[in-house]
């Protein structure tokens, strides 16, 4: 099998080798909803190629984090988390289960600096994160009574 003339032509962009490892972990990551952990990636991809180690699949996601074709979630949350998104939005975060739910850049009025950001800071996007307790947690929460 050889990558897809659409795959090989984003990574000619990226200036990327287009392998066929590489296809099959870029398109593992695209499917997926959410915002999928090297963890559970490496899963899915294992399913393709039984023999990739986690080391590779961690490897070409770096390498397509660098070059621009995949986007890291956000820097703070603590592992690394891949953003199959590309359309541009916020995130709605649980402060209990750290779950990450896609939320609509319509859905909030554009956000703009008021003070100018520190002298050479280059501004490229602005993403939100909206901390919450997500309905799952909250459910949860409402069922177990409180010890005090
Ligand atoms: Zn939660
Ligand atoms: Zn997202």
Do not use: W
Not at 79 to 104: A, W, Y
Not at 111 to 132: H, M
């Amino acid at each position: 099998m050889f990558p897809s003339t659409n795959f090989r032509e984003l990574c000619h962009r990226h200036q990327l080798a287009a392998t066929h490892q590489r296809q099959v972990i870029y398109e593992t990551v695209t499917s997926l909803s959410g915002h999928p952990s090297p963890e559970l990636i490496y899963e899915k991809v294992r399913e393709k190629i039984p023999s990739i180690s986690l080391a590779t699949v961690y490897k070409n996601i770096r390498t397509f984090l660098d070059s621009g074709m995949l986007r890291e979630v956000s820097l703070h949350h603590g592992s690394l988390r891949v953003e199959p998104n590309q359309r541009p939005h916020h995130h709605l975060v649980c402060i209990h289960c750290k779950s990450i739910t896609d939320f609509d850049e319509a859905g909030l009025d554009p956000v703009r600096l008021r003070a100018k950001p520190p002298r050479g800071f280059q501004v490229q996007r602005i993403a939100v994160d909206v901390l919450g307790i997500c309905a799952k947690c909250a459910s949860k929460a409402a069922h177990k009574p409180r010890k005090v």
